[in-house]
Each structure stands twice: as structure tokens, then as C-alpha cells.
């Protein structure tokens, strides 16, 4: 109940006599002097709040950036954290557009790590989870006569045939998320059973991307994609608050006109001032950095190149091994045949109809050739 008590008073009661300094400032200045000024005055009486003020940075954080509050649970589940202690470990405290613009940025960084390393992982893979979803994306995007439907169409084709790459399955992974699942979650007319059907096939061509990411030395896949999910929903959520409301940042035309001196009282308008000034988004977030200590941001996670760059070489050597294994079983093949020997009918052996001894050697060959082929 104390915390409580605490965490609901506005940032003007933390700081009266600040407030009275601040009111006491010459409003003939620009209101960006003003602001400035203000968080030099604020600056060493916030720090001392000490952990009082570390808890008060949070609330702050979440009410400079409010979203709905159901989306606010959603977050919760999906991330295990609050909007504002995410926002906070990764050290983006500032306006609302300071946010967005900082969540923009990992996103782009993330997302570009993310497809570099898909990219260095070679081989093609065919899988039912990815072909069923290139399918349906192939179908939704002829359907609506989508600028990409030729290259899903394609993407289809391919993952029934030779297997898709993990740069293509990630190509189909986010058109299938942007432009079936979600645009079904929007759509009326869907069902509940086919919007439901949307999302599990969603998750199953996410899991069927990161098993092979994982094999391919890719561990990271699963916590860079998580922070992905959270940079994008967040900055969406900030941004559409936004629309429709001025960004609470400066004070209104109305506000300046309102204390102009000769106006009004000077008393009523040194308090009427400082209140307005200690309300800005950028006074607010300023004190929420100083309370939080100034963090340091969390890392933005990386994939291991050099951990996927050894494996793709393991696995390109092994291929040619294969490949050259494999013919080398066929020519023994032909040998065998020509040599007299017969394979049996539903048989994975040779009957000999004109025995003739092997060489140790010989013998050998078959061994190694059989080995190569079972694995």
C-alpha cells in the first residue's frame, strides 16, 4: 500500500521546491530553454530519490507510453515482462517518438541479422509443415491478385519438389504471417476454426524453420525472433495510440498564449508554468532516465556466424562425400552385374549365380559403400 501510494503521485510532489524554482524562471525564454533548464534543476534531486526513484522510473516509462491494456496483458504473456520493464532493461527511455524511433531501429537490425544468417546456411529442405504453408500462401496470394503471387506460386512448386532454402522458407513464413493469419484475425467472415487453423500453421512452419536453424548452428533463432515480435508490437501499439491525439511533448499554443506575462497573475502563472513544463513528455522522460539510473541497454541478441559458418562447411564436405560415395556405389554396381551377379527380387543383396571370390579389398569397397549409403 506505501508503494502504491507513492507510485500514484504525480512528479510534481516528489519535487516542490524544484517546482517553485522552475515557476521562478523567465517564461520570456523559448520553451525549449525552459525544458532544458528544468532538467538541469530536477537532475540531482531525482538521483537522490535513490530506490524510491528507481521504482517510480517504471510507472513513469509506462505512462509516457501507454497502450491498451489488454494489449498490455498481451505483451505480458508473450514476452514474461511488463511493456515498461522491457523498455527499461533495453535502456529505451525517452519521448514517445524517441521510442518508436529506437524500436524501429532494432527491428531493422534484428530482422537484417536474422536474414544474413538464414543465408549462410546452405542445403534445401522438404518438409509437410512448410509445403502445406507455401501452399496457402500460394493460393491467398492468386486469390487476391497479390503483386507476389507469381514468387509464392513458385516457392510452391518448389517446396513439393527439391525443398525450399531457409531464406525461402523464411520468405514464405512472413508473407503466410502477414498476409493469412493476420488478415484473417481482421476478417469477419472467417471462422473461428480457419482463423485457429491459420495460427497453427503458422506456428508449425516457425518451429519447422527453427529446428533446422537449430541444427544448422542457429541457436539464436528462437530469442532474436522473440525480440522481433516484441520491438514490432510495441512500436505498433505506441504509434496507433498516437494517431488521433498531439504528442503531449510541448505546451499547447493555448497554454503559451494562456501565460504570457500582463495577462494573468504572476503567481498564478510562475505555478500554472512550472506544472505544465513538469507534465512535457520530454521532462517526464527525462526524469524517468535519471530514476532508472541511466541503464545500460540489454544487447541486442546476435546469431553466431561463425557457429553456422563451420557447420555449413561440415555440411557441404559431407554432401560431396555423399555424392561421391554414391557414385562409386553405382559404378560397384555395374561391376557386380557384369561379374555374373544377380540382385534377388524385394532383396538388398546380391545372389550369385557364378561365384566368383572376392578380394579383401573387393570386400572392403562393398562394406564402405554399403555404410556411406545407410547414412
Sequence with gaps: PELAKILNKPLTEFLPEELKKVGQMDIGKSINEIVE?????????????????EKISEPLIAGINRINPAKRQQF???????????????????????????LAKRFKALRENVDTALEKIPGNYREQRIITVADEAAEVARATENPRASRMVSLAEKAKGEGLTTKEINEVKQFYE???????KKDITKTSEQVQRATNRD???????????????FKELGEINKEIQASKFLGDEIAGKMQGQAANNMMSLTDWIAITPGAIDPSFLSGF?????????TVRAFAAK????????????????DEIIRRAKDFLIRAADIK????????LYDELQKSGFKKGVGENAFIIE????????????????KNKAEQ
Excluded: C
Design 290 to 305: 535519471v530514476l532508472a539510473g541511466f541503464p545500460e541497454k540489454k544487447a541486442l541478441p546476435q546469431a553466431n556466424m
Design 203 to 217: 506456428t508449425g512452419i516457425r518451429e519447422a524453420l527453427f529446428e533446422i536453424a537449430d541444427k544448422a548452428g
Design 273 to 281: 508554468a512550472a506544472k505544465k513544463i513538469f507534465s512535457t513528455e
Design 324 to 331: 561421391l560415395e554414391t557414385e562409386k556405389s553405382a559404378l
Design 354 to 369: 557364378n561365384p566368383i571370390p572376392l578380394t579383401r579389398e573387393e570386400q572392403t569397397l562393398i562394406r564402405a559403400a
Design 76 to 102: 505480458y504473456l508473450q514476452q514474461g515482462v511488463s511493456e515498461e520493464q522491457w523498455l527499461k532493461e533495453r535502456g529505451i527511455i525517452g519521448t514517445r517518438h524517441n521510442t518508436i524511433a529506437e
Design 178 to 184: 502477414q498476409n493469412v493469419k493476420v488478415a484473417y
Design 37 to 53: 533548464k528544468t532538467k538541469e534543476i530536477i537532475k540531482k534531486p531525482l538521483i537522490k530519490l535513490g530506490e524510491t526513484g
